[in-house]
């Protein structure tokens, strides 16, 4: 029993990377669907998430980003992830994003991991 659940474990981690639809997304994405697409080239209301992890901010083709946020200087990586998606308003203020936040650290965590999938 315990040697399957280890092959069960081991097949997801490894399964984890490749998962790149909203179906895949954790139950706390489903937040950020009302104003965001995981599909390259698709804005929304806010800009497509594709391939966000690891980008600098703002710089989605097509997509009218504010003032602020051109000038945060953010880099989509954990911490700045951790830092923005926690508490939008406090991280970029003025930003256009009405969203309040992700509040609970499990949330948080799996939109990061989730968002590192997305290409």
Same mark, same amino acid.
């Given at each position: 029993m315990i040697k399957k659940l280890g092959l069960v474990l081991g097949a997801a981690l490894l399964a984890a990377p490749f998962a790149a639809s909203a179906a895949d997304a954790p139950a706390a994405f489903n937040q950020c669907k009302a104003c965001h697409k995981v599909e390259a080239g698709k804005n929304g209301v806010g800009p497509s998430l594709a391939g966000v992890y690891g980008r600098k901010a703002a710089t989605v083709e097509g997509?009218?980003?504010?003032?602020?946020?051109?000038a945060s200087g953010l880099t989509w990586d954990d911490a700045g992830l951790a830092k923005y998606? /926690?508490?939008?308003? /406090? /991280?970029v203020p003025g930003n256009k994003m009405a969203f309040a936040g992700l509040k609970k650290p499990d949330d948080l965590a799996a939109v990061i991991a989730y968002l590192k999938t997305v290409k």
């Open positions: 997509f009218k980003y504010s003032d602020p946020m051109k998606l /926690a508490d939008p308003k /406090a /991280a």
